[in-house]
């Protein structure tokens, strides 16, 4: 390995050589609940249920490549780690914003590059990652937070992240101290417990003669009822409130037998159980044997209980034997004695059982659900519009100096 | 004062979306000079608000349309009293103004003798019951009427959101149903940001396109495949992006992606040093389009792209096949159609590619409250459909040892070892004929020989479609 020509990796951007090498952050996918990001460092391992990996195996390889494991048991996949996959991957220190309400207020607030923008507070960086990303390369995030030790936490990420040119961390109470910053920014996002308290000092921090957007996330009507309050007694106009879910799909292939096909099936279960009953051999060892063939009326069910999910289709339906008519072929399986491995001995239920399967192959239909549970609100999204005419004295200051200036000239009107 | 961008000020010749109190939004072009009429509300001169800062609302006031920065007073406390609806009965009466008065008003409002303002409270004070209303009754009333009466406009700045919006709202079906939210879900899942490379399928009129340009902020490349004579990307042309961002946007189309083998080169065509006046400008036209599409199959060809987004009318998974070999790896494919429905066979086909790690199909809710103090609530209608997306990982499928059971590992461990055997006896064979072999390069020999083992026995067609099963399970 040239040490010189390693890239430096940044979550802002991709890598142009899209390879793996010493230093960087990989996302190991292993499935979709079971993510972890990891720094590669050679002579280490990540090691997990799925086995052993040596982060020198890595090195090299593009990103998105399929790794197996040393002891042969898993595998996973190198993901470059995105902002969104940060989202999923990183440790809570807080409750942090997920993609729906992520990418609802990114829209709204207009985010490209070369914006500068300030957040409040941190918490755990989530949002922090996907708005640095929007804003790179010449744009600048202003991040506040009240807690030093999740201060020095976000740090360090955003200097392993490649984050830190761009992204001004501080440690600061904002609705006690304010922001301090004045006509410096185009949009500003609020996640705090008392948003209205920090409305006074965001109106400053906007660039003054342009127009700009503030949106504060409140899980409470309560909160959102005193914020609208405050915005609207500094000018802000063009209050709305929005919520954003995202409804994640479950998506399964089921079967649906016709009650034609159904009933051909229960006749072909009936007929075979009509040719057994003279015979002299025990029904319990026979169903054993057979499985699933012989199972009598239960079979429909069975098989429609499986709905198999689309993963197995392809082998369930590999597995299945072409679609047979019934009936008469099954004097020739008799003759030919076929397929069907015959465990048992050569009694004479051998016979029914050469009967090739009745298999009926449903029409499989692809459908989709929606999980029994998911999430149902995260927080309001309030938004409201800075403009070059909200500067100036709040309502109420204008008030009392109307107040004031007609108490004093009130004798010398004209 | 900070600097302003050329972007920040309303400019002659652009697109501008002008609401109206009524909330409906009208587009219209902003010609230096012109007067735009906004029917009952009134008529402004463009050259009052061209070169002044986005966002302020202008009041039209007077009978040559004056118009001047509007300040809204805030909305205002609702305040409790013991009113209630117990004596309010449908009567026209109430309103003692009648049909020809409020005409009347109106007109006067038109030629800029009266304020909006001044209509809403002689409506107010005419009417009877208005004071036994309840508070919110109240409050309801006068925004009702303001919506009818106010003369104030807002110039909206034509951004992603804006935009689709206001396609959104006034025909959904142009930009194939796709909804703000949906729409920053693509932009996010897509990761698009400032110098990226992004492979699109747009059947949305560009609503996608003008979108993710304006995430790139004139870095970067978008390659849009179209059919037909045009790519039809009309919504690009209301952003009133800058030729740096409108140069990111590239087209080709499918039918030109490979070179038809009768297709020639202008220089074949013709001769230039023969050419004058007429034909030479031709030929120069030509040449033109013919290095266009040049330069977007060789961007094609290149691959590496860090994003395919597909939102077409024809089957995805036509498309995919096609397109996926350009992607670089671990970058997301995304295909967005207006029904689910369209989706799901190509979500099946999705989890049974190789190439694609964990699709995902999800479909977005959004509702938007009123918010006022002490008057919050969801509206009362809220948006169907807004699309819906389907998100997967481009990976590089590699068939792994896990697919291995344990005697075939044990079968390849043994192979492994026998064809390392075989490479030192030939080393030792040939370091004897040349003495001047080295010993420390041995080990490090045999290392690799291990790993060559490893990789041929891999390669073996049943245990990758073992691993791929193995992959979907997790």
């Not at chain 1, 460092?41 to 090691?47: A, H, P, V």
């Not at chain 1, 339906?317 to 076929?338: F, K, L, W």
Request: with cysteine; proline share 4%; charged share 25%.
């Amino acid at each position: 390995m040239s040490e010189t020509a390693v890239e430096k990796q940044s979550f802002a951007t991709y890598k142009k050589n899209n390879t793996i090498e010493e230093g960087d952050n990989v996302v190991m996918y292993l499935s979709k609940e079971n993510m972890s990001i990891i720094r590669v460092k050679d002579g280490e391992y990540f090691n997990c249920k799925f086995g052993s990996y040596k982060h020198s195996d890595m090195i090299g390889l593009e990103y998105g490549t399929k790794l197996g494991s040393n002891t042969g048991r898993g595998f996973l996949y190198l993901l470059y780690p995105t902002p969104e996959l940060w989202t999923l991957v990183l440790p809570h220190r807080t409750q942090i914003l997920y993609i729906a309400d992520i990418s609802f207020v990114m829209n709204y607030l207009n985010l490209k590059p070369g914006m500068s923008m300030i957040e409040s507070g941190t918490g755990s960086g989530s949002f922090s990652h996907s708005i640095a990303r929007t804003l790179a390369p010449h744009g600048h995030l202003y991040t506040f937070e009240y807690h030093q030790e999740r201060v020095n936490a976000a740090k360090k990420e955003f200097e392993e992240h490649g984050l830190s040119d761009m992204v001004t961390l501080r440690c600061r109470d904002v609705c006690k101290d304010g922001f301090e910053l004045e006509d410096k920014v185009d949009a500003i996002f609020l996640d705090l417990p008392a948003p209205w308290e920090a409305v006074a000092s965001a109106k400053k921090a906007f660039k003054q003669n342009k127009v700009g957007k503030i949106c504060t996330f409140s899980p409470c009507i309560e909160q959102i009822s005193r914020t609208v309050t405050a915005l609207n007694e500094h000018g802000f106009v063009d209050i709305q409130m929005y919520e954003c879910l995202i409804r994640f799909n479950e998506i399964r292939v089921i079967p649906m037998w016709t009650i034609d096909e159904a009933m051909e099936k229960q006749r072909a279960i009936e007929k075979k159980r009509k040719r057994a009953t003279p015979r002299v051999v025990p029904a319990d060892n026979n169903n054993a044997q057979e499985g699933e063939s012989s199972s009598s009326s239960g079979h429909i069910n069975k098989s429609a209980k499986v709905e198999p999910s689309v993963d197995d289709s392809n082998q369930s339906s590999a597995a299945a034997t072409p679609n047979s008519t019934t009936g008469s072929e099954m004097e020739d399986s008799v003759s030919t004695t076929v397929s069907t491995p015959v465990i048992g001995s050569e009694t004479t239920a051998s016979a029914a059982e050469a009967e090739p399967r009745e298999r009926i192959e449903p029409k499989n239909v692809v459908v989709t659900r929606l999980p029994a549970e998911q999430r149902g609100h995260t927080s309001y999204l309030m938004f409201a519009t800075f403009t070059p005419a909200t500067q100036g004295p709040s309502l109420t200051e204008t008030k009392a100096a109307a107040a004031a200036a007609a108490a004093s000239s009130s004798a010398p009107a004209k | 004062m900070a600097a302003l961008n050329p972007t920040d000020i309303i400019n002659a010749g652009e697109h501008v979306f002008i609401k109206m109190p009524s909330d409906n939004v009208k587009c219209i072009v902003l010609k230096a000079g012109s007067s735009v009429s906004l029917g009952k509300f009134g008529t402004f001169k463009a050259n009052d608000i061209i070169g002044h800062a986005w966002g302020n609302s202008y009041e039209i006031y007077d009978r040559d349309s004056k118009t001047r920065v509007y300040h809204p007073e805030g909305i205002s406390e609702v305040e409790e009293t013991a009113n209630n609806n117990r004596e309010i009965v449908d009567d026209p009466t109430s309103q003692k103004l009648t049909l020809d008065d409020i005409k009347a008003l109106k007109s006067e409002g038109l030629k800029g003798e009266l304020t909006g303002e001044e209509i809403v409270n002689k409506l107010k004070e005419s009417h009877a019951t208005f004071d036994k209303k309840t508070a919110y009754s109240q409050a309801k009333y006068l925004q009702k009427k303001g919506k009818k009466f106010h003369k104030v406009f807002t110039p909206i700045k034509p951004t992603a959101y804006s935009v689709n919006e206001y396609f959104y709202v006034r025909n959904p079906s142009k930009i194939r149903d796709i909804r703000m939210d949906t729409l920053s879900q693509l932009l996010s899942y897509s990761n698009v940001h400032s110098g990226c490379k992004l492979l699109v399928v747009d059947d949305t009129q560009g609503m996608i396109v003008s979108a993710l340009a304006e995430r790139m902020g004139g870095r970067g490349t978008i390659l849009g495949l179209y059919d037909g004579d045009n790519p039809h990307y009309d919504i690009v042309k209301y952003m009133n992006f800058n030729q740096e961002t409108l140069d990111t946007i590239k087209v080709l189309s499918w039918l030109r992606i490979h070179r038809p083998a009768d297709e020639k080169t202008p220089d074949e065509m013709q001769d230039v040093t023969q050419l004058t006046g007429k034909d030479l400008e031709g030929y120069h036209r030509r040449l033109k389009a013919y290095n266009i599409v040049e330069e977007s199959r060789k961007i094609l060809f290149e691959g590496n792209f860090d994003a395919l987004i597909v939102a077409s009318q024809y089957q995805p998974e036509s498309i995919l096949e096609k397109l996926l070999p350009y992607v670089a790896g671990s970058r997301p494919v995304i295909v967005y159609h207006g029904t689910k429905e369209a989706l799901l066979e190509t979500s099946t086909w999705m989890r049974r590619c190789p190439d694609l790690l964990a699709p995902q199909l999800t479909e977005s809710w959004l509702r938007k409250s009123q918010v006022l103090p002490g008057r919050t609530h969801p509206e009362m209608s809220t948006w169907g459909t807004g699309g819906s997306l389907l998100t997967a990982t481009k990976v590089i499928d590699q068939p792994v040892q896990a697919a291995l059971t344990k005697r075939e590992r044990l079968a390849m461990e043994k192979k492994n070892a026998e064809a390392k055997k075989l490479k030192r006896a030939r080393e030792e064979a040939e370091s004897a004929t040349s003495s001047a072999a080295a010993v420390g390069d041995i080990p490090d020999e045999a290392v690799e020989g291990e790993e060559e083992g490893a990789t041929t026995t891999m390669t073996d067609g049943a245990d990758e479609s073992r691993s791929i099963k193995r992959a979907k399970q997790e």
